[in-house]
């Protein structure tokens, strides 16, 4: 017997990674143009220059730190039988609230 999933929406869950895949280099590209706005507001602070440049790269680090617990919950989840997205969906046949 295989472990491999079936999934009813393929085409869904492939859209789903390709837009969590983009929100990395999305949240560059919509910080990047705040930049020097966000340098003149905050300009008094100490190292305002280091600060501001972290911004950029925050977004980064939450993913780094985050993905291993997330991963951890949701396998623990599914292993309980228990998905948010099937919990959630109108189409499921699992009934809300019952994890």
């Known amino acids: 017997m295989s472990d491999e999933t079936t999934l009813s929406r393929p085409r869904l869950a492939q859209g789903t990674l390709l837009l969590a895949s983009m929100l990395t280099i999305m949240a560059g590209a919509t910080i990047s143009p705040a ?3 966000i340098q003149r507001e905050f300009a008094n602070a100490p190292n305002a220059g280091v600060l501001v ?9 939450f993913i780094a730190v985050g993905s291993p617990s997330s991963g951890h ?7 309980a039988g228990c998905s948010w ?9 699992v ?3 019952s994890c």
């Open 35 to 37: 930049l020097p706005a």
């Open 53 to 61: 440049g972290l911004v950029l790269t925050m977004h980064g680090l």
């Open 73 to 79: 919950l949701q396998t623990d989840t599914a292993a």
């Open 85 to 93: 997205f099937r919990r959630c969906s109108t189409h499921s046949p």
């Open 95 to 97: 009934a809300r609230g």
